[in-house]
Structure formats: structure tokens, C-alpha cells
């Protein structure tokens, strides 16, 4: 029986596209196979190296098929479409998939294969955004419509439950819309209610996990951004350095310099945008502190970049420095000492 090396798989809902070679580089493989047959397939077969895009689905069939024996490899989908023959089909992808595998710089950017568990938590996370941005939803269409009648309300959602009391005692609101302002209250503090649940459950996790309160000591990141960055980067020593992680999150400024000039332009925003979200929003808190005043320990180096930059680069920036803190906390199993912080440089 002829020995297979590695197989690339290109998966979907119900079809399965095999292409696997040998250890000289042969194809010995070209197979498609039905989703009940995937695993009955694999089990007959000695273990090998199997790759696959990486994927939501993908982390599943990595985990059953390690259970099986075979060394699995997840490639993020952009590292695998140079290596994609001419002409889109699933027996093509399979072999662009085979292909990238035997790269020494593809197989260094592989994705951490996630436990059960931890995608459960990042689904949590999923629902609690979802759920914030029907609030936000709701919430500027309760402004819109009380603005129809003349009624306004201060920025933030804090305002919002004043704002249905107003609209419940003014009599400029004629009677039919009532039970309508009523019926967008009611949903309005369901959506709250279960905002709040999901953010206890997010908490209990913070709080039994060492990694993600450790990391919440870092000034800018909280329990939500913590867990992210755990759940996101199960295995940070993949990463060769803080600014390849930083790179990987997509806070880096994208390269486009030639003949020897230097010319960085805006971020890449290629990485993990909810992830990124999180930095950038902790780092614009802190930079809001440091400008009302009411921050007394920021680092001389971003009072020095808030006086040459606008806030928002500046916030990046903080972001960026606070993703390689993290990265170093995470692989060191350090605590966050904020002298040091101090200390460093500015980000460029």
C-alpha cells in the first residue's frame, strides 16, 4: 500500500474533497467523499498530516480526526489561495490546500485548533454582540420616533429609560402610539435582562480562568477583552514575537515601501476584527482619561504621542503596545507591572 504524507481537504456542508501525496511528492489520492463517510474513511487510514482551511466547522473535524490518530493543520484561507490551481473547484482547493502544507512559512502561520469548550465561550461572546447591536438598534429607533413628536434625550443609553418615561406622560404623544412606545419598552428591557445574563456568564469564566485575570490587570482590557484573548489565542508561543501577534490581530500599518524609502500607511485591519474592536475601545477609554485629566499614572510616552498625534492614532497605537504586553504575559506567565509600561517606548 503506497504511504500518504499529507492530505488536503477541502471541506463543506455535505462534500468532501481529499488530495493527498506521497513522501515523493506523488498524488496518490483524489477522492470525494460524503459527510458520513469522512470519518469511517480516515479511521482505516495510517495517521498522516491532514490540512484544511481554517474555518468554524474546521476545528471540529480537527479535534475527531486527532482523536483518530492523524496530525492535523488549520491554514488561514489567504495563506492557501496563491497555491489554488487556475479554475475554482472543490478538487482544485484540495490541492492548493496540499500544496501550501509543504511551505516552511505557511505551516508557521497555522491557527490553534480550538477546544469544545472554548468555542462554546466564544459563541457566548457572539450572542452578547448580537444582542448589543439589537439594543443599539432599538435604541435609536425609540429616539427617532419620540423625535417625530418633539421629544430628545441625551446621548448614551443611560438615557433611554427617561426618555420612555417622558414619552409616557407627555401629552403630545397621541393615543395610538402608546401601546407601540409600550411594546419597544418591553423589548427594550428583555434585550437588557439578557445582555445582563450573558455578561454574568462571560464573568464566571473571567473569574475561573488564571490567564484571562492576570490579564485583566493590564490597564485598557477588561473581562470581555481578556477572555477574548484567551479564547482567540489558546497557544500564543506560535507567535514569534509580540508584534507578530500584534500583526495577527490586525494593528499594524500596512507596508508600502519601495527602493528604499519607508512609507507605513493605515492599519491592516486584516486580523481578528472583534478582538481588535476590544484593544481599540479599552485604548480610546484610557486616552480619554489622560486628555480629561483624570488619569494620573499614563506613561510619558503616550502623554508624548497625544501631544504630536490625533487621540485616535494615539489609541491604536496604546492598542498595539497593549497587544504585545499581552502576548508577553500570556507566554511568560508574568504579571503586569506597570513600571515597566512606563518605560517603553512609543509604538511606531
Same mark, same amino acid.
Given at each position: 500500500?503506497?504511504?500518504?504524507?499529507?492530505?488536503?481537504?477541502?471541506?463543506?456542508?455535505?462534500?468532501?474533497?481529499?488530495?493527498?501525496?506521497?513522501?515523493?511528492?506523488?498524488?496518490?489520492?483524489?477522492?470525494?467523499?460524503?459527510?458520513?463517510?469522512?470519518? &469511517?474513511?480516515?479511521?482505516? %487510514?495510517?495517521?498522516?498530516?491532514?490540512?484544511?482551511?481554517?474555518?468554524?466547522? +474546521?476545528?471540529?473535524?480537527?479535534?475527531?480526526?486527532? &482523536?483518530?490518530?492523524?496530525?492535523?493543520?488549520?491554514?488561514?484561507?489567504?495563506?492557501?489561495?496563491?497555491?489554488?490551481?487556475?479554475?475554482?473547484?472543490?478538487?482544485?482547493?484540495?490541492? !492548493?490546500?496540499?500544496?501550501?502544507?509543504?511551505?516552511?512559512?505557511?505551516?508557521?502561520?497555522?491557527?490553534?485548533?480550538?477546544?469544545?469548550?472554548?468555542?462554546?465561550?466564544?459563541?457566548?461572546?457572539? %450572542?452578547?454582540?448580537?444582542?448589543?447591536?439589537?439594543?443599539?438598534?432599538?435604541?435609536?429607533?425609540?429616539?427617532?420616533?419620540?423625535?417625530?413628536?418633539?421629544?430628545?434625550?441625551?446621548? !448614551?443609553?443611560?438615557?433611554?429609560?427617561?426618555?420612555?418615561?417622558?414619552?409616557?406622560?407627555?401629552?403630545?404623544?397621541?393615543?395610538?402610539?402608546?401601546?407601540?412606545?409600550?411594546?419597544?419598552?418591553?423589548?427594550?428591557?428583555?434585550?437588557?435582562?439578557?445582555?445582563?445574563? &450573558?455578561?454574568?456568564?462571560?464573568?464566571?469564566?473571567?473569574?475561573?480562568?488564571?490567564? +484571562?485575570?492576570?490579564?485583566?490587570?493590564?490597564?485598557?482590557?477588561?473581562?470581555?477583552?481578556?477572555?477574548?484573548?484567551?479564547?482567540?489565542?489558546?497557544?500564543?508561543?506560535?507567535?514569534? +514575537?509580540?508584534?507578530?501577534?500584534?500583526?495577527?490581530?490586525?494593528?499594524?500599518?500596512?507596508?508600502?515601501?519601495?527602493?528604499?524609502?519607508?512609507?507605513? !500607511?493605515?492599519?491592516?485591519?486584516?486580523?481578528?476584527?472583534?478582538?481588535?474592536?476590544?484593544?481599540?475601545?479599552?485604548?480610546?477609554?484610557?486616552?480619554?482619561?489622560?486628555?480629561?485629566?483624570?488619569?494620573? +499614572?499614563?506613561?510619558?510616552?503616550?502623554?508624548?504621542?497625544?501631544?504630536?498625534?490625533?487621540?485616535?492614532?494615539?489609541?491604536?497605537?496604546? &492598542?498595539?503596545?497593549?497587544?504585545?504586553?499581552?502576548?508577553?504575559?500570556?507566554?511568560? !506567565?508574568?504579571?503586569?507591572?506597570?513600571?515597566?509600561?512606563?518605560?517603553?517606548?512609543?509604538?511606531?
Amino acid at each position: 500500500m503506497v504511504e500518504i504524507t499529507r492530505i488536503g481537504m477541502d471541506t463543506s456542508k455535505s462534500v468532501f474533497q481529499l488530495h493527498g501525496v506521497d513522501a515523493a511528492e506523488r498524488v496518490v489520492l483524489r477522492k470525494k467523499l460524503r459527510r458520513r463517510e469522512v470519518l &469511517a474513511f480516515f479511521a482505516e %487510514l495510517p495517521p498522516c498530516r491532514v490540512g484544511m482551511e481554517a474555518c468554524g466547522g +474546521s476545528h471540529y473535524w480537527a479535534r475527531e480526526l486527532q &482523536a483518530l490518530g492523524h496530525r492535523v493543520e488549520l491554514i488561514p484561507p489567504q495563506y492557501v489561495k496563491p497555491y489554488v490551481p487556475r479554475g475554482k473547484h472543490d478538487a482544485a482547493d484540495a490541492e !492548493g490546500i496540499c500544496e501550501a502544507m509543504s511551505r516552511p512559512k505557511v505551516r508557521q502561520r497555522l491557527v490553534p485548533i480550538k477546544s469544545a469548550e472554548a468555542q462554546a465561550a466564544l459563541m457566548l461572546v457572539g %450572542l452578547r454582540e448580537r444582542l448589543v447591536r439589537q439594543r443599539t438598534q432599538l435604541i435609536n429607533a425609540i429616539r427617532g420616533y419620540a423625535a417625530e413628536f418633539g421629544l430628545v434625550a441625551a446621548k !448614551g443609553k443611560a438615557k433611554i429609560a427617561a426618555l420612555l418615561r417622558r414619552i409616557a406622560d407627555d401629552p403630545a404623544v397621541p393615543e395610538p402610539a402608546w401601546p407601540l412606545f409600550a411594546e419597544l419598552a418591553a423589548e427594550h428591557a428583555r434585550l437588557e435582562a439578557r445582555i445582563k445574563e &450573558a455578561d454574568a456568564k462571560l464573568m464566571a469564566w473571567h473569574r475561573q480562568d488564571e490567564q +484571562s485575570r492576570r490579564l485583566a490587570e493590564i490597564p485598557s482590557i477588561g473581562p470581555i477583552g481578556a477572555s477574548l484573548l484567551v479564547l482567540k489565542a489558546p497557544d500564543p508561543q506560535r507567535f514569534r +514575537s509580540g508584534r507578530d501577534f500584534a500583526a495577527w490581530i490586525g494593528l499594524t500599518p500596512k507596508n508600502h515601501s519601495t527602493a528604499g524609502k519607508q512609507r507605513l !500607511g493605515v492599519i491592516t485591519r486584516a486580523g481578528d476584527e472583534t478582538l481588535r474592536s476590544q484593544l481599540v475601545v479599552g485604548a480610546t477609554s484610557v486616552i480619554r482619561q489622560v486628555r480629561c485629566g483624570t488619569s494620573r +499614572s499614563a506613561p510619558p510616552w503616550l502623554l508624548a504621542l497625544l501631544a504630536r498625534k490625533p487621540p485616535k492614532l494615539a489609541a491604536v497605537a496604546l &492598542a498595539n503596545k497593549v497587544a504585545r504586553i499581552a502576548w508577553k504575559l500570556m507566554v511568560s !506567565g508574568e504579571r503586569y507591572d506597570p513600571a515597566r509600561l512606563a518605560a517603553l517606548p512609543a509604538t511606531t
